[in-house]
């Protein structure tokens, strides 16, 4: 293993041993490959020499960078568009760590001869890459070893690495792909860590499925940050994605003719649904429930609801459904059962023979406050509370526990509880 800082810069030499120039940078090809291929070498304070010399005509980049073939016989590497110069592409950049989950700071690039090929195996984000680099490695080694210490290496492979700057195409889709399949609370604080402008690229990258489940995880000023940079149309898009109560949440942090024009630029049903939510008090039942609940109707046996909920869109949208609601047709609450009992009851079993019993339910109104549905969730052990309108005893939404316990834990603990809707 041997790292660009050692290599750029130093004199490149002829097969004869003649020098030809110095070595400005190391080009690598395709960056699909876990170890991507170096292709060639940009030359500096070269005479008669090409700009890029093909990495086919060099025996040895470390210690020494010396071509397999005299001056004379040199042919320059032309360029195709495609290749990713490591030291003003990769040093000195932000990455995001894809296994550690977290933004570094690349200090060093490690190269390796692996079957005769030269390539790029990982990225140094330590210490001890950035002492190479100032060329002090060696002194600061021989003090941590007079203290008893060593200075650990943190090289990143290759393949955890992807690009988060906007003009870095090469690896837009890579990076995507990988960034992706993060869980939203490590994407929310990668976007945490970022500058806007890198930060603006990365939400590029990401899907509206993906960014909206980042921007749940996020903190209030970066979701209404993220959206006011982002083009109205996308952004409206993106809150379509989001559960409901989470979208509205959002928009009532944003500035009102903002907020306006995004209920304006989503679909009717979501804006509509958005909108209703809008109009409770931010802290009470109805400004924190969420409208996406499993319901089926009264008059079912267990085997026809599960039937029901299988076919249901309302069912599909409860990500949870710790609870099976059971409502008539002016959408009045008559029944609760938990999901497990449903599952289990005899398929010719009636829904209230299953449910619990009619006084055992326990409600909610849109105005009820906060803190008071998590006193109930506390008191019941619930996962959900119902919020039925005083005046109809419609059956409204619910308020998950997470939405329920908002107000009365710290925000850094909030953040590590499982979402329930």
Known sequence: MFYLSRVQNQRIWDAYGRPVGRCRDLLVGSVDDAFPKLVAIAVKDGDRVPAHIAIENVSSLYPSIVLSLPLEQLRAYTLTGDELPLAQR?????????EGRR??????????RIRERFRVTGVDVGGLGLLRRLGIESGAGALARVLGKALPERVIPWEDVASIHQDDPLRLRISRDRISQLPPADIA?????????????????????VLADALAESPADVQASVLLHMDP???????????????????????EENSAQLLDLMEDANAEEVSSLLAYPENAAGGIMTTEFARVPVGLNAAEALDYLRRSADAQEDEAMHYVYVLDEAD??????KLRDLVMAAPSARLEDVAEPADARVTVNPFTEQQDVAYLVAKYDLLAVPVVDEETQKMLGIVTVDDA???VLPTAWKKRLPRFS
Not at 189 to 209: F, H, M, P, S, Y
Not at 332 to 337: A, G, K, R
């Open 233 to 255: 149309e996308r952004a409206a898009d993106v809150l379509e994605e989001m559960d409901p109560d989470e979208a509205a949440d959002v928009l009532a942090d944003l500035p």
């Open 103 to 112: 933004v570094v700071r690349v200090n060093d690039v490690q190269l390796a």
């Open 189 to 209: 604080a990668i976007l945490d860590d970022l500058d806007r402008v890198t930060g603006e690229a990365l939400l590029k990258q990401l899907d509206n499925e």
């Open 90 to 98: 990769v040093m000195d950049r932000q990455i995001v760590d894809t």
């Open 332 to 337: 009045h609450l008559q029944h609760v059962m």
């Open 405 to 407: 316990i908002d107000a």
